[in-house]
């Protein structure tokens, strides 16, 4: 049964490419728009095959995830400790979220000219603007599902002396770890995004600084070839990333 299940979703999936890149083959090949401004995909092939020779576009792909690798982690490390310390003692501090809230609604984009001044122009800046874009959203989410564990669960630890180590592996990780696992993948397709436009103004190298060279030298060809590397690695990740997850989740529930 799981293989029929396999083959229908390899089939609807491979059908679906294919209406795309017919449609996309249609429309340039009917000059809709002018070539340089709308490559075929006989031309995005020729130019991927001739990037996936170059040792630039590993060393870009290598560049854009440890950017995006280090600042989320950051963010795990910061975000997950403090709203679990805020949502179990700080339960009538509203204000502090406001505050969260207030950073949360702000481009992570628009730090990108103070980050440039701080951190100059590499590494730092655009994992600075990976930070500011995954750390609000996280620990807002983390506070709301600490609040949200039953009072009788902390009465229940506290009858059996739970240490703190306790309280936090075997009550409060299994008890929020549903919303964090979904706040985790949201925050890290928010990351992956805002990391393509940090580096087209913010690096010399990565993904999105290849597009935006790109651009400026008229090679959209290129810049298509990086855009769909760009998506395909966005889906392999959030993959990966949910499997680590899910294995996570059983291991804390073993315990």
Known sequence: MKVILFFKLLFYRSALFGILISVWWIISYMKVFPEYAF???????LSFVKLVNSFRFYSDIMYSLYRILFGFLVTIFTA???GVLIGLYLRSSKSLITVFNFFR?????????????????GDKPAIFIIIMASFFPLIISVIAAVRNIP????????????????????LILPAINRELITSLRICFGIS??????????????GLGYAIWDARNGLKLDVAVCYIITIGVLGILLDNIFQYCLTKTRGNVYAK
């Not at 490559?39 to 092939?45: H, R, T």
């Not at 609604?105 to 122009?121: E, G, M, N, T, V």
């Not at 009072?151 to 075997?170: H, N, P, W």
């Not at 393509?196 to 190298?205: L, T």
């Open 80 to 82: 997950i400790p403090l």
């Open 192 to 205: 992956w995004v805002v990391i393509i436009a940090a580096e087209m103004v913010g690096s010399q190298d």
């Open 39 to 45: 490559p075929s995909p006989n031309n995005i092939w």
């Open 151 to 170: 009072e009788s669960f902390f009465r229940v630890a506290k009858e059996y002396q739970f240490s703190k180590r306790d309280m936090f592996m075997k």
């Open 105 to 121: 609604f702000i481009s992570p984009l628009a730090w990108i000219p103070f980050a440039i001044l701080w951190f100059q122009i």
